[in-house]
């Protein structure tokens, strides 16, 4: 069954990725200021240069051709070359993804766990004050916008992955308190409880098995919001990662890094919620 | 005996003084922030921020502008003489001048930049001023240390124009990066810095003989965030600020007021304008509003530029006068004054053209109340300022602005391609002293003419009046004749108000006390145009890890 | 009810009063330039001081409130409610739809969508009335945001569908429609409500960061956003506390919507 299973799933993997990339693709060319130039404002320049200027973005302008060339490209290895950057994709690729996923990954990580521990005993004890405390603190950093997150802390010396992480725990903890304590209010639970097993046991023996596929979802989505709040942290605090290299692609329109990075995004989506998925579903069958 | 350790104790001693004064006057790092990564390490092709900032610190060229004067000094080459047509220039190079690599310098090395500078398919910004005609230059060597040019037509200020010509080598394999500048490119971190270490092989010397320059080593990060880069400063990782704003520098003036410092106006304007374009996407009755002289002059009385100044930038700004800035000391017409707001005197104005109050709503001869957008781009705080400030002052003579703010790029498609605007609010940066290099704003027929670019014939009698003269003053050879012809494009600037020109504002940088022979100017490179000159008292110890 | 959901209660009210009668409560026009006192701090004429322009903070809070307080909940409410829609069906219906909902998901979460909000914003002509235009981009953040809960639904549908309860009510020939409204739509709720209540400060915040590309509130009218954005500079946040007053304001409104209308599923279930 899994080898007939994996090889499909697989296919439809590619199969959403080449789609993303179009449309990620279509959506930059027909945005307004694509295929313009800074350079055309250059009073030194004549007619001439700002023209030859104009006609150096033309075999962009076709999308599905374009699309076409890069996938070519993209068979041999061959990324393209950004418009903005006048460098191979690739390497500004190998410069900046390192540095990025390392922070990404301590700040979802941080954050999924602090949130859901958090989560915990909100979910199992309904102590008032720790309510309330949650809330305020949750809701104070919900609250704040990412780029002053990120100024925030890299004011008091912190790194970009503390500033994913802060954004990243309010969303988990909210998400993971509600469904920790639905899973916690099962009637059987109640019963575990009143039965006099320890908490301790009916937490893993019961609510968390309960709660297990909605929390592998919720792990899943975290990695997209770590990556979207990425971008405008590495904007704001100067970290050379791809985040900061996405934010200058969108102001310039450079179409060859965009559709890179979108790719990029699109894979490490899919593939997060699929073992999320792949997770979730095994702990489902268990249980039954 | 005695005698002889006594002369020897002396020796040592005045030795280790030399030693000590050399040491306190020559190495140091000095490090700066870059706004963006630099595009490109092509000196011909460096025409954005950054890699201009790493072009004037690599690279040396045959005159020099120097930004204190505002007047032009040798540099490579020793002396140099313009026909009388402007159509030539014969230059005497230096001798003994050698590459970062050790190849000499000759004429040669000059052919061949210029040759690679007048390829038709370079399109650079510093190539396109010399071709005021099409047609080849012819280049003369005469011998290693003599070199004449001739161009197809009279180039107007030729002299100055080759401030942004770098000279490259024609024989050193890597002659993008052999250069003859006080600096290498010796390190770059894509996304983080550029290195540049002291050129060894650098021709300069000071007054006592000494070779220049005195810093080991400049290192650009590379900082997009204002606010990062002055809290850096404080911390002393940097110790140079080149483009301060107003709010920061009133932030570090109270807590380092040695630091700060205000050169004057600069050469940067802030303007708006209103959209001439014939076959622009809007209404005809706005598009008759803002061809009006009237119209656009009372718009121009009614805004406050004092409270502009005051506060959008905290009083570091100076209500602008006309096109040119007064701290361009010859070419500024000396006759214009900043318009005074008088709004009385604006609605007298729109009256005698039709428009009349209606209950705080100012309407048009056929009752179209007055409402136009203005376009500026987003992320520039002042600028937004700017904006609103407008807005309320306009709402005192009945006008309804809306404020739109854009991403650059869909903002130059709007003023560049589709015409799809009404007014936009823009600051222009000027690099140049000459207003040869503006001939693509002010004609008519010219891609930058920004109300109503690109015209088959000129549309209005003060346009073709404003073509007549600017192509008068780019084939006069004489300085002052040219000077007349300019003045008057300001005065019909001025009476015609296409551009309203809003304020110049000051040039303001930040410089750390321990960066000695600092002399932070108007004209760019503000504080380092004399990076040779430049050296540290104390090491840079204090410089913690980057967040 | 207990002292501090009063507190919740009695704060949400007075601060909708006095965000609905604005008008009334706020000592000055939001627009209304005091330009003899940029920046000033607080004083008896201006409660939080004001602004660059010399604008009269506490009533540029108080009719910023208003817009952020409308539409942001409005959107989130559509979020949601897309969300419930999209991830409940393709949980409950599973199969093929499952799979092409899935995609969808994934696809909302990785594409640009910053060009479809520059493109409309490039469709709307420019002498478009400020609420209008920050009508619209709620109304596009609504229908855009429903993907990072979408998934989590579609696990909860799933997990319901398998379940016990949901086979024996199959099997007692409910109806599916019946099924999906009485059963399994109130099952999701705790999640549904996290989407909705983390979306409120999300969109808010969304509507700030879109001001730095032209759309969002144009001036000069306020939003907690634009206002929000003032705090990026530190330095100036400390030596001018009375800065923080709307980011404080907004996480006690949040906090509060919380402790009122979260409490109640406790009770209910």
Not at chain 2, 51 to 62: M, N, P, W
Not at chain 2, 164 to 172: F, H
Not at chain 2, 356 to 378: C, M, P, Q, W, Y
């Amino acid at each position: 069954m899994w080898l007939r299973y994996v090889p499909k799933h697989i296919f439809r993997l590619v199969l959403t990725v080449l789609l993303g990339g179009l449309l990620g693709a279509t959506l930059v060319r027909f945005a307004p200021g694509f295929g313009v130039d800074e350079r055309e404002l250059d009073s030194r320049l004549n007619s001439q240069s700002i023209e030859a200027i104009r006609q150096s973005h033309s075999s962009q302008h076709n999308v599905l051709g374009y699309y076409g060339v890069y996938l070519k490209g993209l068979l041999r290895g061959n990324l393209g070359v950004s418009t903005s950057l006048d460098r191979p994709v690739a390497q500004l690729f190998a410069e900046r993804l390192p540095a990025t996923l390392r922070s990404v990954a301590k700040g979802v990580t941080g954050g999924f766990l602090f949130g859901f521990l958090l989560a915990l005993p909100a979910a199992m004890f309904r102590w008032r004050a720790y309510d309330l405390l949650t809330a305020v603190l949750s809701g104070l950093f919900l609250c704040l916008p990412a780029a002053v997150l990120g100024l925030g802390i890299v004011y008091a010396g912190g790194a970009a992955s503390l500033a994913i992480a802060l954004v990243v725990f309010p969303r988990v903890f909210q998400y993971s308190r509600n469904i920790l304590a639905q899973a916690a209010e099962r009637p059987y639970v109640l019963a575990a409880h009143a039965r006099g097993l320890h908490p301790m046991r009916v937490l893993l023996r019961h609510v968390l098995p309960n709660a297990a596929p909605l929390l592998f979802a919720l792990a899943g989505i975290s990695v997209s919001m770590a990556f979207g709040a990425a971008i405008p942290i590495e904007a704001i605090c100067d970290y050379p990662g791809i985040g900061q290299l996405t934010w200058q692609a969108a102001l310039s329109r450079d179409l060859p890094l965009l559709v890179n990075v979108t790719l990029l995004i699109t894979i490490i989506t899919l593939a997060a919620n699929s073992a999320s998925d792949l997770f979730g579903k095994a702990f489902a069958r268990q249980r039954i | 005996m005695k005698s002889r350790i006594f002369i020897a104790l002396v020796l040592l001693a005045s030795c280790c003084f030399l030693v000590s004064r050399a040491a306190a006057q020559s190495g140091g790092e000095l490090r700066f922030s870059l706004k963006s990564e630099p595009k490109t390490f092509d000196p011909l092709l460096a025409d954005d921020d950054s890699s201009e900032t790493v072009r004037y610190l690599t690279s040396a060229s045959l005159i020099r502008l120097n930004r204190q004067t505002q007047m032009v000094q040798p540099e490579l080459a020793t002396s140099w003489k313009v026909s009388s047509n402007g159509q030539s220039i014969a230059f005497e190079l230096r001798k003994g001048v050698l590459f970062s690599d050790g190849t000499p310098f000759t004429a040669d090395d000059v052919a061949f930049t210029m040759r690679k500078l007048m390829d038709p398919n370079l399109h650079s910004p510093f190539a396109d001023p010399f071709r005021s005609a099409t047609g080849n230059i012819k280049i003369t060597v005469k011998n290693p240390a003599s070199i004449l040019l001739q161009f197809p037509a009279p180039v107007a200020d030729l002299e100055q124009l080759f401030d942004g010509v770098p000279m490259l080598s024609a024989k050193s394999p890597h002659s993008d990066t052999a250069g003859l500048g006080p600096f290498i490119v010796a390190e770059y971190k894509a996304g983080s810095y550029v290195l540049l270490k002291r050129n060894a092989n650098y021709w300069k010397r000071d007054a006592g003989g000494r070779p220049l320059p005195y810093l080991d080593s400049v290192r650009l990060d590379i900082q997009q965030n204002r606010d990062l880069e002055i809290l850096r400063f404080r911390r002393g990782e940097t110790q140079l600020i080149n483009t301060l704003e107003a709010d920061n520098y009133d932030r570090l003036a109270a807590d380092m007021p040695a630091a700060v410092h205000d050169a004057g106006p600069s050469f940067d304007t802030e303007q708006m304008w209103f959209n001439q374009v014939a076959s622009a996407p809007i209404p005809d009755y706005k598009k008759a509003w803002f061809r009006s002289q009237n119209f656009r002059r009372a718009v121009s009385q009614a805004i406050n530029r004092a409270d502009m100044c005051r506060i959008a930038f905290n009083g570091h700004a100076r209500p602008a006068a006309g096109l040119l800035s007064p701290a361009n000391h010859f070419w500024f017409n000396q006759n214009l004054h900043a318009e005074e707001i008088d709004v009385a005197g604006a609605l007298k104005r729109l009256a005698t053209d039709g428009f009349h109050l209606d209950k705080n709503v100012l309407r048009d001869r056929d009752g179209h109340a007055v409402e136009f957008s203005i376009i500026t781009n987003a992320g520039n705080k002042v600028r937004e300022r700017l904006a609103v400030l407008m807005q309320d002052d306009l709402s005192k003579i009945g006008i309804h602005l809306n404020v739109v703010t854009l991403d650059f790029p869909s903002l130059i498609e709007r003023i560049s391609h589709s015409f799809n605007y009404e007014a936009c609010l823009l600051g222009l940066v000027n690099v140049d002293l000459d207003p040869s290099t503006q001939m693509n704003v002010w004609l008519s027929s010219a891609d930058n003419h920004a109300w109503n670019p690109e015209q088959k014939s000129p549309a209005t009698p003060w346009e073709a009046e404003i073509d007549r003269l600017m192509r008068a003053q780019a084939s006069a050879t004489d300085n002052k004749k040219r000077k007349e012809y300019f003045d008057q494009v300001q005065q019909i600037v001025a009476d015609q108000a296409p551009f309203i020109y809003l304020v110049n504002k000051n040039a303001l940088s930040a410089i750390s006390p321990n960066v000695h022979n600092a002399a932070p100017v108007a004209l760019r490179p503000q504080t380092y145009w004399n990076i040779d000159s430049l050296y540290l008292t104390s090491t840079n110890t204090s410089a913690s890890a980057r967040p | 009810m207990n002292r501090v959901r009063r507190l919740a209660v009695i704060l949400l009210i007075a601060t909708f009063t006095a965000v609905l009668f604005a008008d009334f409560v706020a000592p000055a026009p939001y627009a209304k330039q005091f330009r003899e006192a940029p920046n000033a701090a607080p004083s008896g004429k201006h409660l939080l001081g004001t602004d660059d322009l010399g604008r009269d903070s506490f009533s540029r809070l108080l009719y910023g409130s208003r817009v952020s307080l409308l539409l942001a909940p409005a959107a989130a409410l559509l979020s949601t409610l897309i969300a419930a829609c999209i991830g409940g069906l393709a949980g409950y219906l599973g199969g093929r739809f499952e799979r092409l909902a899935l995609a969808a998901t994934d696809l909302s979460l990785s594409l640009p969508w910053l060009f479809l909000l520059l493109t409309v914003r490039a469709l709307l002509p420019l002498n478009v009335s400020p609420l209008a235009s920050v009508t619209i981009t709620f109304a596009l953040l609504g229908a855009l945001g429903w993907s990072s809960s979408g998934r989590i639904i579609c696990s909860g549908a799933r997990a319901i569908r398998q379940s016990d309860f949901v086979l024996q009510a199959q099997s007692l020939g409910i109806s599916p429609y019946r099924l999906l409204l009485r059963q399994i739509l109130p099952n999701l709720e705790p999640v549904l409500a996290a989407q909705f209540w983390t979306s409120i400060p999300i969109f808010i915040i969304a509507e700030a960061n879109l001001g730095i590309l032209g759309l969002g509130v144009a001036e000069p009218l306020p939003s907690w956003g634009n206002l929000l954005r003032g705090l990026e500079n530190w330095p100036e946040v400390k030596a001018s506390p009375w800065k923080l007053a709307p980011i404080l304001m907004l996480v006690a409104v949040v906090s509060c919507f919380q402790l009122v209308f979260q409490k109640r599923e406790e009770f209910a279930s």
